[in-house]
């Protein structure tokens, strides 16, 4: 890849998601860059960057960079925490609460895989407080394409392995003509979907007991890193609860979150604390 392409995408991907690409991951560009430039009738990707450059297509920006996000997921990623999501902070909070709401946010959620995956066990909790409560689930992407495919629901059969119980599958899924698998009315019914760049303020989305950002600081800057951590702690109810992928942290980010003694990957607002860092 010729290096003013690279330099053109790098600082595009920088200031639309806040995305260091080093160049050492050039050919991660040209892979998640290849069908849309296919689809668009470019040659190479320097036709691309031409015709960013000349065209100045706001949405055509946004497709680029949402192409050179990271959209892998799966259905219960990292399986102990949902454990503790559902058995430990959702009725702590909603005891807290005593309001019988409670408000979920998958920020960067990608596919949806992760908001239905919470759905799934809130369903599957016949008896608990959890099941007879309002909790609604918002999962928000940057990405269109993904926003879209998550409110459909819809998951070839690849992807609906990934994580998946043949249990769970046939329970909360219905198999389509095409052979796809899509979430039952009854699931679909508890989550929501918009799009939403975590660059940008949040005030609209309203306050949330539990945010889950989960891998998706990793690839940001630290800049970047910062400002989304500004933007999640803004969005955080009294006792709110933040959640983040493995390896990932706050330190160095902020002086508004601390993590929380007894949940591992979770971070709650400096001086309410009642734990320390595990």
Known sequence: MQETVFNVLADLALKATGQAIPPSRAYLMEARLAPLARREGFGTLADLVHCLESRQNAVFRNEVASALLTHDTWFFRERSVFDTVINTIL????????????????????????????????????????????????????????????????????????????????????????????????????????????????SGLGKFDLIFCRHVLSGMSKAARMRVAEVLVAQMAPGAVIILGEGETFQGLTESLEPARDIRQGWVAAGTANRAAA
Request: hydrophobic residues 30%; proline residues 2%.
């Open 91 to 202: 009725p702590e909070r909603l005891d807290a609460t005593q309001s019988g709401r409670l408000r979920v946010w998958c920020a960067g959620g990608s596919s949806g895989q992760e908001a239905y995956s919470l759905a799934m066990l809130l369903e599957d909790e016949p008896g608990s407080s959890l099941r007879s409560a309002k909790i609604e689930i918002l999962s928000t992407d940057y990405c269109k394409y993904s926003t879209e495919k998550a409110r459909l629901g819809v998951y070839n059969h690849y992807e609906a392995q990934r994580g998946l119980s043949i249990f769970r599958l046939m329970k909360h899924f219905n198999r389509m003509d095409s052979g796809d698998w899509q979430a039952n009315e009854t699931i679909r019914s508890r989550v929501s979907f918009r799009q939403h760049n975590l660059m940008e303020t949040a």
